[in-house]
């Protein structure tokens, strides 16, 4: 059996009479990258709080690299809050070197593996300064560099992405890929469907306080039948009677979902109708759409409940 | 345990002490008290208060046969008209002679019940008079009155020649016992007056940084609310290092005479007590910091800061009111109430240790206190934890259900 570097089992988190968490179960296999992904206000954030004994939770069980006492570990926990703050009066390499003396690192050390890990993401030059000069994108890479230089078994990021452009967005995920092939397991959430496509092993989706989806990208994706477009030789109306009943007409093509039965027996039929084949892709839904069908379906049977 | 404890501490006042003092309001911070001249007045005008108060209780005793008694308490009457309130000589006090005259005189100066600064014996026209050092007025006074009451009684024309001693007395005086009390209990008000306050914004700062969420992240909240007292202690420290050195050399400055009555402030417990009342400053700042800290830390506008600054300065004045009686009223049972209410507790012990000589009280005292800081920033930490961060004990809400 695989070993888990985080599991957990019914969290219930009640603020008030609302239950933002409402019996969330998770299990993070080690080495691995693994997504949260969810709505706004899904409870991504309060499920990751409880994970790192950050929060208590109402009920339910965790256990965070071996112990049940998820503080006990902090030591070998890195994590990037939502909310992202730093003193803006300390620089930058003793504010990644105060993070990690936070976890027990040395400070020493911390400076010195701060310098490195600054020229890496090409931030070298502003070790000397103060965060206040930085732009509220340099600042949080500042921060997550502070959140991994202790080199943590377990690296816990909410919303890393959020506020960063596409550059930094890169640089980004080269950083979780290279804590990722250093041992590391990353456990992040996120709403922005294409880093969990391009990063995830393994994701959840929490909707509502409750997980709706676990597995792999692949297997979300295959949640939705495959979508075909087809580009005819000889355009004509007759063609959207011989396709699926979902065929929608775009341009000098037609979109529609594979048959159950597979597309051979369609494409021959075409064929010998004359209409001839001039352009033919068939691909799985994104991420996206599988994140919206699997939570959309959720919202819409939850809502008379949320109105309510 | 606590090595990962203390170690979490350090690390988080170590930052806020170097936040704190290199930053140019440190300096403007470190040079305040010329702006408290003010304060050191009225600070002053109480310290007279407790002088006179102790004056008061020294006394005047003349140790004459009963018929002389009437003639001398008329001549006192007399005299006294003379002076002002502020210079009246202490009360005079007469005995009857009981065996040798000698002895019973020089046994007033030990008794605890009364503290006589000069005391006349023997024939009127011959007095011998006894005072203690310092107190040379107040012999002249008693010769004074003995003229008197010889005139009264035989001719106006006759002198009479009184003989004078000086008596070194060993042990302390009550009166400068109590000056030493009221002052001890003052300087450690004033100083924890102007130095715990800056506790209360230092998790508002938190707050507004965001940085509270990686601190409660990385560290239980118990070490980020002491590290944030640590932190602020060091920079107090800093102050009262600075200020401290200037006050200590300051008697080497001084007129001689000024030098003098300084050193004349004895103090019960003897040469401890300097390591009494810096151990008393440690324990009361620490003590109301950490409820300034969990006050403030539930708070989360500066405005709201600014607000708390009123109580806050309220409740101090309180503990000191009640320190100060207790310095002055020793065996009173407001002053066992200071001792042990633990806010107050640092103030009213160091005015014990100025008045009494036991030492055991004072290692309780120690851990009573040590304890208290530890309770309040327990209950700081508990009350953050549940208010800002919405987090309840799950075990509580176990037992809740069960």
């Known amino acids: ?308 | 345990m606590m090595p990962r404890f203390l170690r979490h501490a350090l690390t988080i006042a170590r930052r806020d002490l170097t936040a704190t003092v290199m930053t140019p309001t440190f300096l403007l911070f470190l040079l305040s008290p010329l702006l408290m001249i003010g304060f050191g007045i009225i600070g002053g005008l109480s310290g007279q208060a407790a002088g006179a108060a102790g004056e008061a209780r020294q006394v005047l005793v003349a140790i004459v046969p009963a018929g002389q008694q009437d003639s001398l308490r008329a001549a006192d009457r007399e005299l006294r008209s003379v002076f002002s309130r502020d210079s009246a000589r202490p009360k005079l006090q007469l005995e009857a002679p009981q065996g040798d005259a000698a002895r019973q005189a020089r046994a007033l100066f030990d008794s605890d019940a009364i503290e006589a600064a000069a005391v006349l014996y023997g024939p009127l026209d011959h007095p011998m008079i006894l005072r203690r050092a310092g107190a040379e007025a107040e012999g002249r006074y008693l010769a004074a009155l003995a003229t008197q009451a010889l005139r009264a009684a035989h001719a106006p024309g006759v002198r009479s020649t009184a003989r004078f001693e000086t008596i070194a007395v060993q042990a302390p005086t009550v009166s400068g016992r109590g000056q030493a009390a009221y002052f001890s209990t003052f300087a450690i008000f004033l100083v924890t007056l102007m130095l715990s306050g800056q506790a209360v914004g230092a998790m508002a700062e938190e707050r507004s940084n965001k940085v509270i969420e990686i601190l409660a992240a990385a560290v239980p909240l118990e070490s980020v609310f002491f590290g944030k007292l640590l932190g602020a202690f060091g920079s107090a420290l800093l102050f009262v290092a600075f200020w401290g050195t200037l006050v200590a050399n300051l008697p080497k400055l001084m007129p001689a005479g000024m030098a003098g009555a300084l050193s004349d402030l004895s103090v019960a417990v003897g040469p401890i007590f300097p390591l009494l009342l810096i151990g008393y400053f440690v324990m009361a700042y620490l003590l109301q910091s950490a409820v300034f800290l969990g006050v403030g830390s539930l708070a989360s506008t500066q405005r709201e800061i600014q607000m708390l600054s009123l109580p806050i300065t309220i409740f101090q004045f309180a503990m000191f009111g009640m320190a100060s009686y207790a310095a002055g009223n020793p065996e009173s049972w407001v002053a066992t109430a200071a001792e042990i209410v633990p806010f107050s507790s640092p103030m009213a012990m160091a005015a014990r240790a100025a008045n009494a000589p036991e030492l055991w009280p004072h290692a309780l005292a120690f851990a009573w206190q040590g304890l208290w800081v530890a309770i309040t920033l327990t209950i700081a930490a508990r009350l953050f934890r549940r208010g800002v961060l919405k987090s309840g004990s799950p075990k509580r809400r176990k037992k809740a259900a069960v």
């Open chain 1, 1 to 308: 059996m695989q070993q888990l570097a985080v599991s957990a089992s019914g969290l219930v988190k009640r603020f008030g009479d609302r239950r933002a968490v409402d019996g969330v179960g998770i299990a993070v296999p080690k080495g691995l990258i693994y997504g949260v992904l969810g709505p706004n206000g899904a409870g991504k954030t309060t499920t990751l709080r409880m994970l790192l004994g950050i929060i208590e939770p109402d009920e339910g069980e965790r256990i965070l690299l071996g112990s049940r006492h998820p503080r006990d570990m902090s030591d070998q926990v890195g994590y990037l809050p939502e909310e992202r703050g730093l003193y803006p009066n300390m620089k930058c390499r003793e504010a990644i070197a105060f993070m990690g003396a936070l976890r027990g690192l040395p400070w020493a050390t911390g400076r010195k593996r701060a310098q490195a890990l600054l020229e890496n993401a090409g931030l070298g030059h502003a070790a000397d300064d103060k965060i206040r000069k930085l732009s509220k994108g340099m600042a949080q890479l500042v921060q997550l560099l502070g959140s991994v230089v202790h080199e943590p078994d377990l690296l816990v990021l909410d919303e890393p992405f959020s506020g960063l452009d596409p550059v930094n967005q890169e640089r980004l995920e080269l950083l979780i890929r290279g804590q990722r092939d250093r041992g590391a397991t990353i456990l992040f959430s996120t709403h922005v469907m294409a880093h969990a496509e391009r990063l995830c092993e393994r994701i959840s989706v929490i909707a509502g306080g409750r997980v709706r989806f676990e597995g792999t990208v692949d297997e979300a994706r295959a949640l939705l039948p495959l979508r075909a477009r087809y580009t005819p030789h000889h355009d004509a109306d007759a063609i959207g009677t011989m396709l699926p009943g979902d065929a929608a007409r775009e341009g000098g093509s037609w979109r529609f979902t594979v048959p159950d039965g597979g597309i051979e027996a369609l494409l021959v039929r075409l064929i010998d109708a004359g209409h001839g084949i001039s352009g033919l892709s068939i691909e799985r839904p994104g991420l996206h759409d599988a994140f919206v069908r699997i939570v959309g379906a959720e919202a819409l049977a939850d809502q008379p409940e949320t109105i309510a």
